[in-house]
């Protein structure tokens, strides 16, 4: 375990934990991608296609906000707790919204009727969750918490990303939602919790092992900077749009 970790150095612990908790910070960008991920997610599972599905997970940036539940539980963060929390369920508000608004605005291209009463194979392997993917999502959280602090290895960062299959859940969800089938409601988010559960035990543990508890400054300068940002920026848009305003009212 020692060699594991050995050429971790205190530099690399620091950046993971900065683009973390950049990666998970609920901002336009974030949300513009949950969205094409879900899109896609949701294109795949109603045409049964499996390679649609697998790019949208590569495109999904839910599983920051999750690893970084665990970081806060790991350093005792309640602020990035509930700011990765926040993430986290407004992604999901989102994505189950778009995917039962998709389903029904394609309900007769994709034979709506008759897909409801006979699920494809796609979306039937997203509502009977079971043990393993518990072990999948562990093991998944694992290597992707372990792969963050390890610049070299970030290109396993998207075959982790499809091993634990976040979005195609959620984007159940919303089918099941358009289908009005709690079956399928209760299915789906079974399976994403489950990952969830997964990857924060795994993200926890992974962490725990780096000995990553003198960071906890790290995040607090982290999140300061990224609000200080995320203040500049809206305050030029509103900066932006009064002069529009003032513009058009000379005219």
């Not at 998709?102 to 079971?130: A, H, K, V, Y």
């Amino acid at each position: 375990m020692y060699l594991l970790f050995r050429d971790i150095d205190e530099h690399n612990k620091t950046k993971a934990i900065d683009s973390l908790v950049v990666d998970s910070t609920p901002k336009p960008a974030f949300f513009f991608m949950v969205v094409m991920s879900v899109l896609m997610a949701s294109f795949g599972l109603l045409i049964n296609s499996a390679s649609v599905i697998i790019g949208s997970m590569l495109i999904a940036p839910i599983l920051s906000p999750i690893l970084s539940v665990g970081l806060g539980i790991t350093l005792g963060d309640n602020t990035l707790i509930r700011r990765s929390g926040f993430t986290i369920i407004k992604s999901v508000l989102y994505s189950v919204g778009l995917s039962a608004v998709t389903t029904w605005l394609l309900w007769s291209q994709i034979g709506g009727n008759d897909l409801r009463n006979n699920l494809n194979p796609e979306i039937l392997s997203r509502i009977e969750p079971n043990i393993v993917y518990l072990f999948i999502a562990i093991v998944a959280g694992l290597a992707t918490a372990y792969a963050r602090v390890k610049p070299e290895m970030s290109d396993t960062l998207p075959g982790t990303a499809i091993a634990v299959a976040l979005v195609p859940p959620i984007a159940t969800i919303g089918i099941g939602l358009a289908f009005l089938d709690l079956t399928i409601i209760s299915g789906a988010l079974s399976l994403f919790i489950l990952n969830g559960i997964g990857i924060i035990i795994a993200a926890m543990f992974m962490f725990s092992l780096m000995n990553i508890y003198s960071k906890k400054h790290v995040v607090e300068k982290t999140i300061e900077k990224v609000d200080k940002q995320q203040e500049e920026l809206a305050m030029k848009a509103e900066a932006e749009k009064a002069r529009k305003e003032d513009d058009s009212n000379l005219r």
